[in-house]
């Protein structure tokens, strides 16, 4: 029996699967049977592996053929589908645990290279200078161009003190350089903290993993300690820093949002299957007592960041500040799939409290601030629709569009000298970050949640020298 009459007759019975097990649930949701058409492809799909088989100028491994084209009818779908072969689905696993090997970037695909979406920090490629919008052109000696995601990321990853060179074009300073990265275990510590001064505490929530939820509660009881121990009582105020935020597991966002919310929605999910959509609301309780809260996004804010961002600012709980959000306001869900493989599939979209669609839109800000450009992003004028963002992506989700959008409109629940025009500082008088460097939307942050807090403008100097007990 030949390999055509074998394939058509595998197919044949994955049809019969298909009317069997798949008519029942299309037509309950749709009210619709299978297309005839359908058998006529899985036909046409038979022939083309047996000319693969026979005629391809190299021999190819049937099975590698086939889970190409599975990932393939997914990736086509948008850019956050897509098959995983059993190293990749163990690999998923390991990064929701928060440890797994690599150079420490989330990416994506943009016109056939590899995106930046952010880089993890205190990680090879955080250390190595890699940004969010960086595009990476070239992986050791292989152009990206024509590469599927899984393949580059395949190639990106490696034993542990292995190096790999990249060539990246950045498109802020329009330039493209080569950076040489050694591979590592990578260790996620989701959460970092500090005591900017007596009274207000300052988290960065860096990805949403297994550990973040309980992470922050023990660096918001560290900051208490800290705050009391130089002469304070409670937290008067705090930083919540999400910037460069890839996103991660959705119970750990609402578990985060909920932190701070005493009540109301966090988030809800719509699908396109009736009776699947989901809201979530929060408990009672709020580990700041509803004290002033003031949250920090950028353009690498993405998924799960931008589902708290939404929710402490719809809920009216926090003021946002910084750039507008990514806008991936899509749901994927993991299925398993046979012989230890998966599959990741968007299923659903978010939608804030409001209503707002995350999904191409992202999170405006209540107040904007902008970061300190280099030398060389200042000879370069980029507007903000040259940043990286959902709706860059091709093929992205444009579900939501005509639903109601993050505004910017002036809040009336917080004062009105919030919202007046401040003077730019120099570097050398602008708070520093974790990093030591001036970091302009954390100043500006402090500067919201003072006026929140009732304390006097005159109190806000504090320059890049300034000192800061550091909590982990």
Known sequence: MNFLVNVKRGLASVAVMMAVVGVA????????????AVYEKLDVFAHVLDKIRSSYVERVTETEVIENAING??????PHSGYLKEDDFKDLQQQTQGEFGGLGIEVTMDNGLVKVVSPIEDTPADAAGMESEDLIIRIDNHDVQG?????????????????VKLVVFRESEK????????????KVKPVKSKLLEAGIGYVRVTSFNDYTDFSLRDHLKELAKANKAAGGGELGGLILDMRNNPGGLLNQAIAVADDFLAEGEIVST???????DSRYVARSGDLLNNKPLVVLINNGSASAAEIVAGALQDNRRAVVVGTKSFGKGSVQTIFNLPGGTGMRLTTALYYTPSGKSI???GITPDIEAKPFKTKEQERVQLEEADLPSEASLVGHLDAGKAAVVSATEKRVDIPAMIYAPVP??????????????PDAQLDRGVMVLKMLMGVPTSTMAAGAGTSATVVR
């Open 25 to 36: 649930p299309l037509s309950h949701a749709q009210g619709r049977q299978i297309d005839p």
């Open 73 to 78: 009818m997914l990736v086509s779908l948008d």
């Open 147 to 163: 590469m599927s995601l899984k393949d580059a990321v395949d190639k990106m990853r490696g034993k542990p003190g292995t190096k």
């Open 175 to 186: 330039r493209t350089f080569p950076v040489v990265i050694t591979r590592a275990v990578i």
């Open 270 to 276: 719509r699908g396109r299957i009736a009776g699947q």
């Open 359 to 361: 999904q191409a839109h």
């Open 424 to 437: 730019q500082k120099s570097p050398s008088d602008t708070l520093a970050g974790l990093d030591g460097k």
